[in-house]
C-alpha cells in the first residue's frame, strides 16, 4: 500500500520543539513534507502575503524528512505546499502545530497554527491542528503526542465526514491524568486587552498590546471546559462564517430601501 | 437625543478613497472617530501584532474628524479604539471599509476589512464591513455610499437581533442598475494559486504568490450569485466556527483511545 502523504506546519516557526513532536509523530504513518515559517508567526490568523514576494529555502534539520522553511505565514506555507511543492501529488492529511499554548475558544481566529490547517480544509484535505495548554518552550509533548499519533491514525483510516478541519487542544498534565477526548463547540468569551504605553530609546511614544482571554465558567461542552476538566478538546470547525440564525432573523434588511 | 458613537477602520489604509467615503456617509449619522492602518494592510485577516509595539498617532485628513493611523494591522486598530481610546465609552457602530474589492466568499478569511469588523462584533458591538466589487483606487463609491448609509441607519435605529456581524458586499455597478439587497450565505470556492518565480536584483530566488478565486456557477442563495446578478449581497456572519455538522457527525472521535 502506498505510504500516505502527510504535510506539517505550524506558526511557532520551523526550530520550534512543538513542530519537531509533530514531524516525529507523523512520521510513523506515512511520508512528510515540512513547510514551515522561518521565524515565530503566532497571531498571523489567516494572513497571507501579496504584497511582497516569499523566501523559501530546503532545510536539512529533521532526519531524512524534505523540510523547507519559507519567510511568509502559515497560510502561505499551505499554499506553496499545495500549489507549488506538490503540484501534482494528493495531499491525505495535513497537520499543524504542535502549537505551544492553546487555540481554545476565539483563539482559532488569531492562530497561524489553525489557519494553516483552515487553509489547508478549504482545498479539501482533511486538516489537524494540535495545540498544548502550554506556552513555555520546554513544554512537556509527551501526551500531546500521543493523541496527535491517534488522532492522525484515525483520520487517515476514516476521514472526518463532510467535515474536513479539527481543532484539537491538549490539556498541561502528565498522560496518565488526561481523562480522555470530549468532541466540543467553540467557548463564547473574549479578550480583555491592555496596551502598555511607553517612551523607546528614541523618545518615540509606542503602545504594546497585551490581553488576556476572559473564560471565567465556561460552559459545560464547550473547549474551554474540557481543557479545565484534564479533557482533550477537539472542536469539529468550518470555514463558513455565516450565521444562519442570523440569515433568519435578519430577512427585514432586503426590504429597507 | 445623544449622538451615536460610530468607529471607521478599514484595511486599505487610512488614506485610501473607500475610507474617505466611508468616514463621510458615517458623519451624517453620529459622533465618528476613525482608527486606520498607516499603510495597505489588505490580505492581513484576522493578524494581531504582539512582539513588536504599536505607533499611533492623531492625523488631520478627515474635516472636523478625530483620526489615528496606526502601524499595526486591522484588528489592532479595533482593539486600540476599544480598549484605549474609547475605553470608557459604549461604542454604537463598529464600520469597516469601503473597501477596494469584493470579500464576498471565503474572502472573509483573508480579509483584514472583514476581521476588524469582526473583532468589533466580538466585542457585542454590531459592525458592517463594506466591499466595492472594484479593486481600482479610482473606484466610482457612488452606489456603495448609498447602500452604506441606509443600512447604518437601519442597524443604528433596530440593532442586529443576535448577530451583531454583516459581511456587505456592493457590486461594480451603477446605482440605478442595482437591483436590490440580497440577504445571503458565504459561497463555497476556493483560490487556484499560482506562485510566479523569479530572481531578485541581488540574484536571489523569489516566489510571489498570484491566484484567483475560482467562482464558477455559485449557487442561487450565495452571495457570489447575489454580486453575479446585480444585488447587493449581505451575510450575517458570526465568529462561531463550530461545524455543528460535524459535532454530530464525528462523535466516534471520543472513542478511538
Wanted: contains cysteine; aromatic residues 8%; hydrophobic residues 40%.
Amino acid at each position: 500500500m502506498k505510504k500516505p502523504l502527510i504535510i506539517v506546519t505550524n506558526d511557532d516557526g520551523i526550530a520550534a520543539p512543538g513542530i519537531r513532536a509533530l514531524v516525529e509523530t507523523a512520521q510513523n504513518l506515512g511520508e512528510v513534507i515540512v513547510v514551515a515559517p522561518d521565524k515565530p508567526q503566532s497571531g498571523q490568523g489567516h494572513a497571507i502575503t501579496i504584497t511582497r514576494p516569499l523566501r523559501i529555502h530546503p532545510v536539512d534539520i529533521f532526519e531524512g524528512i524534505e523540510a523547507y522553511e519559507c519567510s511568509g505565514t502559515p497560510v502561505d506555507c499551505v499554499k506553496f505546499a499545495k500549489y507549488f511543492l506538490l503540484k501534482d501529488r494528493k495531499i491525505d492529511l495535513c497537520v499543524s502545530g504542535i502549537n505551544h499554548g492553546t487555540n481554545a475558544a476565539i483563539n482559532i481566529l488569531y492562530s497561524g497554527t489553525m489557519s494553516a490547517a483552515m487553509e489547508a480544509s478549504l482545498e479539501g484535505i482533511n486538516s489537524i491542528g494540535f495545540s498544548l495548554e502550554d506556552y513555555s518552550w520546554e513544554a512537556d509533548f509527551e501526551a500531546a503526542r500521543f493523541f496527535a499519533l491517534k488522532l492522525m491514525e484515525h483520520v487517515l483510516e476514516n476521514g472526518l465526514a463532510d467535515c474536513k478541519l479539527l481543532n484539537v487542544n491538549i490539556p498541561k498534565l502528565p498522560l496518565e491524568q488526561i481523562r480522555g477526548i470530549k468532541l466540543c463547540r467553540q467557548a463564547e468569551c473574549n479578550y480583555s486587552e491592555e496596551f502598555v504605553q511607553g517612551v523607546d530609546p528614541h523618545g518615540q511614544k509606542y503602545y504594546w498590546l497585551a490581553g488576556e482571554l476572559q473564560n471565567n465558567g465556561a460552559a459545560e461542552g464547550t473547549d474551554i471546559w474540557a481543557l479545565q476538566n484534564g479533557y482533550v478538546s477537539i472542536v469539529p470547525s468550518t470555514h463558513d462564517l455565516t450565521s444562519y440564525r442570523g440569515l433568519t432573523a435578519l430577512q427585514g434588511l432586503e426590504k429597507i430601501l
